[in-house]
């Protein structure tokens, strides 16, 4: 999938859990700018994306990230077809 197609998928999917606008998550974003982003809607927010691409997070994604870019990245790995 192309990263630019990727990120603003889950820039919608974000904006859904959070209550907010997709554009509100740009590579700088953190969580401690969008409000509700804690550990329950962290959680929430990685359900979504599972339920949307038909994957699986491990405990090690439970962390937060350091920002949106390192999320986005973190997501796009287990993404990405394995070859």
């Known amino acids: 999938m192309d990263?630019?197609?990727?990120?603003?998928?889950l820039a919608e999917i974000a904006a859904g859990v959070f209550g907010?606008?997709?554009?509100r998550f740009t590579d700088r974003t953190t969580a401690a700018d969008i409000p509700g982003w804690d550990s329950l809607n962290h959680v929430k927010?990685?359900?979504?994306i599972?339920?949307?691409f038909?994957?699986?997070?491990?405990?090690?994604d439970l962390a937060d990230p350091a920002d949106w870019a390192a999320f986005t990245d973190m997501v796009a790995a287990r993404v990405?077809?394995?070859e």
């Not at 990263?3 to 998928?9: E, I, S, T, Y």
């Not at 927010?45 to 979504?48: C, E, N, P």
């Not at 038909?54 to 090690?60: Q, S, T």
């Open 50 to 52: 599972e339920e949307a």
């Open 80 to 82: 990405a077809p394995k």
């Open 54 to 60: 038909g994957v699986r997070f491990g405990v090690e």
């Open 20 to 23: 907010c606008t997709a554009a």
């Open 45 to 48: 927010l990685l359900v979504a």
């Open 3 to 9: 990263q630019g197609v990727l990120r603003n998928r």
